[in-house]
């Protein structure tokens, strides 16, 4: 069974970083894309950042796009987001998702392509 676990959420001043994590457990995480979303209060789930390993690709939201970093490492089976320069609007509970297949167009920035998710983690950006 696929499980992901999201950590590393937490308070941060504006213009500061903090680094997500997602373990990843039940599947090689080398195999399936991988997305982060965010959902703040009164707000819809949105897409924040995905990864395919074949090349490896990355995508972002435009919100994000220049200081959010996705990556993985495959030893560790776990998926990262470096989000640097944060700003108040980037507060908001972080989930990491894993699609169940390979097949489709990329990138998939939509939450129903992806079919496992994690608990979320709280970021929350002071100003």
């Known amino acids: 069974q696929v499980q992901l676990v999201e950590s590393g959420g937490g308070l941060v001043q504006t213009g500061g970083s903090l680094r997500l994590s997602c373990a990843v457990s039940?599947?090689?995480?080398?195999?399936?894309?991988m997305g982060w979303f965010r959902q703040a209060p009164g707000n819809e789930r949105e897409f924040v950042a995905a990864?395919?390993?074949?090349?490896?690709?990355?995508y972002y939201s435009d919100s994000v796009k220049g200081r959010f970093i996705i990556s993985g490492d495959n030893a560790k089976n776990t998926v990262y987001l470096q989000m640097n320069s944060l700003k108040p609007e980037d507060t908001a509970v972080y989930y990491c998702a894993a699609r169940g297949g390979i097949s489709g167009t990329w990138p998939w920035t939509n939450d129903r392509a992806y079919d496992y998710w994690g608990q979320g983690t709280q970021v929350t950006v002071s100003s």
């Open positions: 990864i395919r390993w074949s090349g490896p690709q990355n």
């Open positions: 039940g599947r090689t995480l080398s195999r399936y894309p």
